[in-house]
């Protein structure tokens, strides 16, 4: 099946600075990503859509100043959490429709932001 | 809009026992897709099984199965002849014309 793959898996930061998570769709091309939030025994909810090409598409009540999305190529979307705070820490996990694929998502591992 | 209700926060089965997770969700479309995904602790999230809407045949997939019931609104999934590896956050996930919406999630435990 298609691969997503996420980068970092882990990432420890200090308040106030920013952190950038990249998201690769490996064996596919993607025009549209999904950005999830999930927090600790919680259900995955959906930050943002990304499209290659042009601005990305926020959730209600999320800060899009503070998420920053970049979708430039067909194959790569980032996720930079400027300005990142305690309350920031989460574990974020990005997905992409598989090609033809009938809906299927294929999801990235996550990645695990601490915020000190 | 969609709604994805999973009524189990947790679950526990017997290795080799059966289970079944319950799903059920709101939709006004016709067309649609539904699926169950896994999270093992790793939390690497892995598509189990799906199921178009328009197909009346419930889903199989080795030891797993879908019981679709459309008119009420029902999804849920069968996990026969359990195994240690089962054991993970399972998610009711429901995409029509939008985005992915996800149910709560169940937490299955399986005991040896």
């Known amino acids: 099946g298609a691969v997503v793959s996420q980068h970092p898996s882990w990432v420890i930061c200090k308040s106030g600075t920013s952190v950038k998570i990249e998201c690769r769709s490996l064996?596919?091309?993607?025009?549209?990503m999904f950005w999830y939030r999930q927090f600790p025994k919680q259900s995955l909810m959906l930050m943002a859509t990304?499209?290659?090409?042009?601005?990305?598409?926020?959730e209600q009540g999320v800060e899009k100043d503070k998420f920053l999305i970049n979708h430039a190529s067909l194959t790569l979307s980032t996720l930079t959490v400027t300005s990142a705070h305690p309350e920031d820490s989460s574990f974020y996990i990005c997905?992409?429709?598989?090609?033809?694929?009938?809906?299927?998502?294929?999801f990235g591992a996550g990645t695990r932001l601490s915020v000190l | 809009a969609q709604t994805v209700t999973q009524s189990q926060p947790e679950m526990s089965v017997q290795e080799a026992e059966t289970v079944t997770l319950s799903c059920t969700y709101d939709?006004?479309?016709?067309?649609?897709?539904l699926f169950w995904y896994k999270q093992p602790p790793s939390r690497q999230m892995i598509l189990v099984i799906r199921?178009?809407?328009?197909?009346?045949q419930n889903a199989t997939e080795n030891r797993f199965s879908v019981n679709f019931q459309k008119a009420a609104k029902s999804f849920s999934l069968k996990i026969s002849d359990s195994q240690l590896g089962d054991a993970a956050m399972y998610f009711c996930?429901?995409?029509?014309?939008?985005?992915?919406?996800f149910g709560a999630g169940t937490r299955l435990t399986v005991k040896p």
């Open positions: 996930a429901y995409k029509g014309g939008g985005d992915m919406r």
């Open positions: 199921q178009e809407a328009y197909k009346q």
């Open positions: 939709t006004s479309e016709s067309d649609y897709y």
């Open positions: 997905s992409a429709p598989g090609e033809g694929a009938k809906n299927i998502q294929y």
């Open positions: 064996d596919f091309q993607a025009t549209t």
């Open positions: 990304s499209n290659e090409g042009s601005k990305a598409t926020y």
